[in-house]
């Protein structure tokens, strides 16, 4: 299973950015993201790696780091197999690389949030400055 991020970039403080993930590979069935729990992690500069949002299999549920809660927002297109996170409003604070993530059924979305995961991608960079 490969996940490839893109939508990585250099924006202004208040700006809005889209990353999207896509998943491939021999093995990856084209239900992938309706099978598996799907999120984004981010590490800032000096600091480690941490959740920012999962949406459930179903696609019924999502959940939210505080710090994001109100300004971003995941979802995922069955038919293209992707998962997209939104991001508004941005802040200095959210600068860094963005991972997206996958975790294999029984585990959900909270075994995900507490950094149980199958799959990462390499990261795509998101810097906000001014």
């Known amino acids: 299973v490969q996940l490839e991020e893109s939508g990585g970039g250099s924006v202004q403080p208040g700006g809005s950015l889209t990353l999207s993930c896509a998943a491939s590979?021999?093995?990856?069935?084209?239900?992938?993201?309706?099978?598996?729990?799907m999120g984004w992690f981010r590490r800032a500069p000096g600091k480690e790696r941490e959740f920012v949002a999962t949406?459930?299999?179903?696609?019924?549920?999502?959940y939210y780091a505080d710090s994001v809660k109100g300004r971003f927002t995941i979802s995922r297109d069955v038919d293209k197999n992707t998962v997209a996170l939104e991001m508004k409003s941005l802040r200095l604070e959210d600068t860094g690389v963005y991972y997206c993530?996958?975790?294999?059924?029984?585990?959900?979305?909270?075994?995900?949030?507490?950094?149980?995961?199958?799959?990462w991608g390499r990261g795509t960079q998101v810097t906000v400055s001014s």
């Open positions: 993530a996958a975790t294999a059924p029984p585990k959900i979305t909270q075994d995900l949030m507490r950094g149980t995961v199958d799959n």
């Open positions: 590979g021999a093995t990856v069935s084209k239900r992938f993201v309706s099978t598996y729990a």
């Open positions: 949406i459930s299999s179903s696609g019924r549920s999502s």
